[in-house]
């Protein structure tokens, strides 16, 4: 039995409508995640900043104790494996008897909200000056660009602390003072993209709609040059924990009992061959949490760049 032209035409219908979802271009969310799910140290990192993430919100119901609180009658414990420890303390305590889980769970907090400020406070900055420098050129380019190569001449850390010691030693300072310390990467990044997207058809064609300035700098040509700057902005992360953690250690970030990485190193640097656990876990933990963001940035960054998706 020969099928009617009715039957014949809805089978068309269907095959050329399977065509076309096929055919259609994959979501551009979806096909970052393809190309970003390709870098196993990625994914890894990805899921390691999550758990930091899910560790900092939570750590009043996941630490065991208050992280401030001492036992006197419990200095110096060693971790719950080692000889002479207990489960109470699983990792361990300090010299003055806090507990070591507590406080570097609580640390992971303070942490992430270092480097959201310090990445926030400085993104924005570098996007305006980014932005002013690579549209208007000429002689605000050379003064902008000239401070920021005069910031990046000098050593990061040594700026921060210079900075810090204006200011006070302080947690909110040392914010401050990581922020201005990498304002010139974005400035930098966002004048580059800057340049290379004014050459563009589309910016030619919003001035020729008789779009304004700050139109075709905000709604135009800021949301082209997002890709580089996010991923700008993961690195940022981890060289914001890093630097707080060096200006705790070197006494000018969070001041005690403040649970926060690099001052509990510094405060436990003297036992450091007779409780090894006072200072390899808060060193362990810096190191995982930037290796982490480095590797989610990396993953980000063959993901969002065409030049190097494979």
């Not at 270092?114 to 406070?121: A, E, K, Q």
């Not at 304002?183 to 990044?189: D, E, G, S, T, V």
């Not at 993209?193 to 919003?206: P, W």
């Not at 250690?249 to 403040?258: D, S, V, Y």
């Amino acid at each position: 039995m020969s099928a009617t032209p009715n039957t014949t035409a809805m089978a068309a219908t269907a095959a050329a409508a399977a065509a076309a979802v096929q055919s259609a271009p994959p979501h551009p969310l979806r096909e970052m995640w393809n190309y970003f799910r390709q870098n196993r140290g990625a994914v890894i990192g990805l899921v390691v900043v999550c758990l930091i993430i899910l560790t900092a919100l939570f750590a009043d119901v996941i630490a065991p104790h208050p992280p401030t609180l001492q036992y006197r009658d419990a200095t110096l414990v060693p971790p719950a494996w080692q000889a002479g420890g207990s489960s109470r303390f699983l990792l361990g305590t300090d010299p003055v008897g806090r507990d070591m889980l507590s406080r570097i769970l609580h640390g992971a907090r303070l942490s992430l909200i270092i480097g959201l400020v310090s990445v926030s406070l400085s993104l924005s900055i570098g996007i305006v000056l980014g932005l002013v420098a690579g549209y208007y050129r000429g002689i605000v380019e050379v003064a902008i660009m000239r401070l920021m190569d005069i910031m990046l001449a000098l050593p990061s850390l040594l700026l921060a602390v210079a900075i810090v010691a204006i200011l006070g030693p302080g947690l909110i300072n040392a914010m401050y003072a990581i922020a201005v310390v990498m304002l010139p990467h974005y400035a930098r990044q966002t004048r580059a993209a800057v340049i290379g997207e004014l050459s563009r058809d589309y910016v030619s064609a919003s001035r020729i709609a008789g779009a304004g300035t700050l139109r075709i700098m905000f709604n135009c040509v800021l949301p082209n040059c997002a890709a580089p700057l996010i991923v700008q902005a993961t690195l940022g992360f981890s060289s914001a924990i890093l630097d707080a953690a060096a200006l705790g250690f070197l006494g000018l970030g969070a001041q005690p009992p403040t649970p926060e990485w690099g001052s509990m190193l510094a405060s436990a640097l003297e036992f450091i061959q007779s409780a090894w656990w006072v200072v390899t876990f808060p060193g362990l933990a810096i190191l995982i949490s930037v290796l982490a963001f480095n590797l989610m940035g990396d993953g980000l960054r063959d993901a969002l760049d065409p030049k190097l998706k494979r």
